[in-house]
């Protein structure tokens, strides 16, 4: 009966609204599921659905499609590619543009700036940013999932005086909703990857985009600046750009995004390294993220197919990786750390077929480990309440700095050992107040103090080996003592238990008249004499009627026959 709701259900809509993956799904495991009457095609996030990462799942879907329908393809920034919309069966297109003849590619209210941030100063500059915009509701964009959990986890404890939130892919939906919903209800600071660049409309609007890490290409600026300045709303935002990616500036430039250039007031800028690397001390659940951070977002770098904006050769990775608290700089297997030529990638090594089938299944055993923990680390609790004052952060800050100071030693400071340095001295006192060296106590063989009685050492150590003796009898009496009194215990708790068994099998019997004869046989029976008329003989016929109800069924009416017998 479900099964046949469900084929109801499914094939007698109107509207299907769903992801490429389960709609695909539906096609090839729904029983009955038909698509032979569709009339209208709506792709929305167009560009995003057609690239490579999709590439599979949408010819599939399309291989399914009656040719004869209308197809509608929406997003902010349209693909124009011939080969796209070839492989959607497009006859005579007509491409539609809100602006096209509009001087910027983004809203005119939006204010865009772009910011010159070394790497190891980012989190600074965030953390500075927050302070000091503490009655916004600010979206923070990061790379990846780790980086968004670290700085998360960080910051919540540094208590910034702003409510966080974080959200990414790794979460289910619908804990990702209940934090959209709490980030529209109050102002707070939410960090997030490109999970949030799309297709979310906030309808209280977003005061600040922050974008941390530079994005993939132009059309990732532009989906991630929209979540601010929709419709008639003004907005703001702001792009931490390294110096290895100013290329991209030129860019978005070219793209006709309108961007300032701006450049950091340093005064106002609050250092976080060092309480980054005290909070990793004190709360040691946290250095596995802050490493786990450093990785993705050098992987990511190192993956980028754009070399003239993402290079991670360009990158200084000692002092992020000390600028996130870490003492120790993680190790990277596909960078060669040499500390005169910088980092170098390592040549490709050319594996054969069956160790790379191998490689792939390790990889995927490990992500599916790493999956299952972020899940587990994820369950906690939900609804993210009003940190403490600013006037109190500052000073649990400056407490757990002074308590935890880091570990970590910069370039510019390096411990040596000092071959000059003064050497202990100690000073010996003879009898007449007269300072001795400290050995000449030893080399004086003459004095009488310095033998020793040899005699007198080996009856010390007699006398200890018998009273070694004398206290392991003790000690192997009172083993055998408490040994013995545990099994006593033992032994009255089992009897104990035994007894209650059998209290309980009895309160059974009587309960449920099983017909046992355990009463009978607690209480001795009475002799009974027949064929005798006297007093005492019918006082004990009475008796033995009294009793009847003690014993069984067969044996009363055994005795009634013979009461019967007798009489006649």
């Not at 870490?326 to 040549?347: A, H, V």
């Not at 160790?355 to 599916?368: G, I, T």
């Not at 009895?506 to 002799?527: A, C, E, L, M, P």
């Amino acid at each position: 009966m479900s099964m046949m709701k469900r084929k109801i259900f499914v094939n007698g809509m109107n509207i299907l609204i769903c992801t490429p993956g389960r709609l695909l799904k539906h096609m090839d495991t729904t029983p009955n599921f038909d698509c032979s009457e569709l009339q209208v095609l709506v792709l929305d996030e167009a560009d995003r659905i057609l690239d490579s990462g999709f590439k599979k799942e949408v010819n599939a879907i399309i291989s399914q499609l009656p040719k004869h329908r209308q197809t509608l393809l929406f997003s902010a920034t349209q693909t124009k590619s011939v080969k796209d919309l070839a492989r959607l069966s497009l006859k005579d297109p007509e491409y539609v543009a809100v602006d096209e003849e509009a001087i910027n590619a983004t809203p005119s209210k939006l204010q865009q700036k772009v910011m010159l941030v070394p790497l190891d100063q980012k989190l600074d500059m965030l953390w500075s940013f927050i302070k000091a915009h503490l009655n916004s509701r600010i979206i923070v964009f990061l790379s990846s999932c780790k980086q968004v959990r670290f700085v998360y986890e960080a910051f919540r404890k540094l208590r910034p005086g702003i409510p966080l939130k974080c959200i990414h892919g790794r979460m289910k939906q619908i804990k990702r909703t209940f934090i959209m919903h709490q980030f529209i209800e109050q102002k707070s600071v939410l960090f997030s990857t490109d999970v949030s660049a799309r297709g979310l409309d906030f309808n209280k609007g977003v005061d600040w985009v922050v974008q941390v890490d530079c994005p993939d290409d132009v059309a990732s600026y532009i989906h991630r600046v929209g979540r601010t300045a929709r419709y008639d709303s003004a907005g703001r935002s702001v792009l931490f750009l390294l110096p290895s990616e100013m290329k991209m500036l030129d860019r978005l430039q070219d793209k006709k995004v309108p961007v300032q250039f701006d450049k950091p007031n340093t005064k106002r800028i609050q250092s976080v390294s060092g309480l980054l690397a005290a909070l990793l001390a004190k709360y040691t659940d946290l250095q596995p993220l802050a490493q786990r951070a450093f990785k993705t977002y050098i992987k990511s770098i190192y993956k980028q197919k754009d070399k003239e904006i993402f290079d991670v050769t360009k990158l200084p990775i000692d002092d992020f990786s000390a600028s996130l608290g870490l003492p120790m700089t993680p190790q990277l297997r596909y960078l060669d750390r040499n500390k005169k030529s910088g980092p170098t990638l390592l040549p490709e090594v050319k594996l054969p077929e069956e160790k790379k089938e191998l490689m792939n299944v390790l990889r995927k055993k490990e992500s599916n480990n790493l999956l299952e923990e972020s899940e587990e680390e994820e369950d906690e609790e939900m609804i993210d309440l009003l940190r403490r004052k600013e006037t109190e952060n500052d000073e649990d800050l400056k407490a757990i700095e002074n308590m935890l100071p880091t570990t970590r030693l910069t370039k510019k400071k390096k411990l040596k050992i000092n071959v000059h340095r003064p050497i202990g001295t100690r000073v010996v006192f003879d009898e007449e107040g007269n300072t001795r060296p400290p050995l000449a106590s030893l080399a004086d063989m003459s004095a009488d103090s310095a033998l020793l009685d040899k005699d007198k050492v080996m009856k010390r150590y007699a006398d200890m080996k018998e009273n070694m003796k004398i206290v392991d009898k003790e000690d192997k009496l009172l083993d055998r003592q408490r040994r013995k009194e545990k099994r006593i215990k033992e032994k009255i708790k089992h009897k104990r238990a035994r007894d209650e068994e059998e209290e309980e099998e009895d309160d059974d019997d009587v309960d449920g008249y099983s017909g046992s004869d355990k009463d009978t046989r607690n209480h001795k029976k009475s002799k009974v004499y027949f064929n005798s008329d006297s007093d005492d003989d019918m006082a004990r016929k009475d008796d033995v009627a009294l009793k009847t109800d003690a014993i069984s069924l067969a044996e009363q009416e055994e005795l009634a026959l013979k009461l019967l017998s007798s009489m006649h």
